[in-house]
């Protein structure tokens, strides 16, 4: 009885490699768009120093995301469907990047108001 609640643990515990192809696509695909993101602003608004940082940020998100595709695409440990995985993520982040957006103009539009 035992034995059989400890297996069961330990596969309800196991990560599939699959899923966790599906997490670090999501996880780098994320950071390169912020970091895309973040360096064009900064590098557009800042001054001095801080453009330059922008800049670097702009191009550190930019390199992220095209060794990720390189990487994944020739180890492709994921399933073929790697395409679907980046499309499905890269519409999850816009998603989420415009309800934030939303959200936050919302609070903001309320704390100008009163």
Do not use: H, Q
Request: hydrophobic letters at 65%.
């Amino acid at each position: 009885m035992m034995l059989e609640a400890t297996t069961i643990l330990s596969a309800a515990n196991s990560i599939p490699t699959e899923n966790a192809g599906n997490f670090v696509t999501i996880l780098l695909l994320t950071f390169s768009i912020f970091m895309i993101l973040a360096g064009a602003f900064t590098s557009y608004f800042g001054t001095g120093k801080s453009r330059a940082v922008g800049a670097v940020l702009l191009v550190v998100g930019i390199i992220v995301a095209i060794v990720w595709l390189f990487v994944a695409n020739y180890y492709s440990y994921t399933t073929p469907g790697l395409a679907d995985v980046i499309w499905g993520a890269f519409l999850s982040i816009v998603a989420a990047i415009i309800g934030a957006v939303i959200a936050v103009l919302v609070f903001l539009l309320a704390i100008m108001k009163t």
